[in-house]
């Protein structure tokens, strides 16, 4: 397997965290979250494929079996079987998730064993109704973005629907750089597919002989191109900036303000306000009181190596506010977590 056996023991855990997630099992239609699957030949820089969330329709027993073992192992082995599993299913029924979308792009570039595929929020929704902010929220703190920043790190993500492709454009990581692709609807159309197909092949995800290749035949197995480790500068900094802000207005739903010397988020009074630092980007979040809420994030956010804490604005004595400040990509995964909390803290001060 191309993952070692840490790695298989983290993607293990993340699924089991879904599984016994209070909050998905409370929101899901079944009260059965569905985890992610990862390929065999899976390796970190490969392709990913992010969906909303999974269609509305009854597991098989086989399914739940296999659920309700790795619920109870815990194991990579349990999770492989499910892995397995899911694929055979998706392949073989075949869902027209895949049929009509992801495999038109991936199709002789990469195996489904060579795939992972997540959802932005992994439970049913009533009616197959579109996730609401909330779910989606908690969909890519928790689940999402930890699976794609700390253990898949995948050079592209292939998305289906807006949510998704707005879900991963929030987290940041190396598919910001031009590595999102969507599909623009429920199937992938011809330019789609021939335009995502192309930019797998310039990033090396595609075997040069694909062009040649009939469709539905698998490529000789090729070793995925892993993503050069970013460099700390300028240029990553904007990034982590852009993710910032996109995360505060998929959060909000209120587009970014800029001024001279910061830029703040949320309907008056406003609810964030971030600058740029030499080193970082601070982000002061306004708080209501006791500060209780605020006061567990920080501790949170500084068990995480996050530099938070929560004090009065020099400018503005007892006027107190959250600052965090943010020098890498796993310092925004982590306050990611801590959003939905602070945003319902703002909203008790309107």
Not at 178 to 196: E, L
Not at 339 to 349: G, I, N
Request: glycine share 6%.
């Amino acid at each position: 397997m191309s993952l070692d056996e840490v790695a298989w023991r983290r993607v293990t855990d993340e699924a089991v965290r879904i599984l016994s997630c209070d909050f998905c099992v409370t929101h899901s239609v079944d009260g059965l979250p569905q985890p992610m699957w990862v390929g065999q030949d899976y390796e970190p820089g490969g392709v990913v494929l992010v969906a909303r969330n999974p269609a509305s329709k009854s597991l098989p027993e086989t399914a739940k079996r296999l659920l309700e073992r790795l619920r109870e192992e815990q194991s990579p082995s349990a999770f492989a079987e499910w892995s397995r599993w899911r694929i055979a299913h998706m392949t073989g029924k075949p869902w027209p998730q895949w049929t009509r979308a992801f495999r038109k792009v991936v199709d002789g570039c990469r195996t489904p064993e060579q795939l992972a595929w997540l959802n932005v929020v992994p439970i049913c929704t009533r009616n197959d109704d579109a996730p609401n902010a909330e779910l989606r929220a908690h969909g890519r703190a928790e689940h999402l973005a930890p699976m794609l920043v700390e253990v898949l790190r995948p050079a592209a993500v292939v998305t289906r629907y807006a949510a998704a492709a707005a879900a991963v454009l929030a987290i940041p990581g190396p598919w910001q750089k031009g590595g999102v692709f969507p599909i623009n609807g429920r199937t992938a159309s011809p330019s789609d597919t021939s335009a995502i197909r192309q930019a797998l092949r310039d990033r090396g995800l595609c075997p040069i002989e694909e062009a040649h290749e009939a469709p539905g035949l698998a490529p000789r197995r090729q070793s995925a191109r892993k993503a050069p480790a970013a460099a700390a500068g300028g240029s990553d900094l904007e990034v982590l900036r852009g993710s910032l802000l996109a995360a505060l207005t998929a959060m909000s739903g209120s587009p970014p303000v800029e001024t001279a010397s910061y830029t703040s988020v949320g309907d008056a009074p406003a609810w964030a306000f971030v600058q740029r630092r030499v080193g970082g980007i601070i982000v002061k979040f306004r708080v209501a009181p006791p500060y209780d809420t605020a006061a567990a994030g920080s501790a949170r956010l500084v068990e995480a190596g996050v530099d938070a804490h929560v004090g009065d604005v020099r400018s503005a004595p007892r006027s107190t506010r959250l600052f965090v400040q943010l020098r890498e990509p796993a310092d925004m995964v982590a306050l990611q977590r801590e959003l939905l909390a602070l945003w319902r803290d703002y909203l008790r001060l309107k």
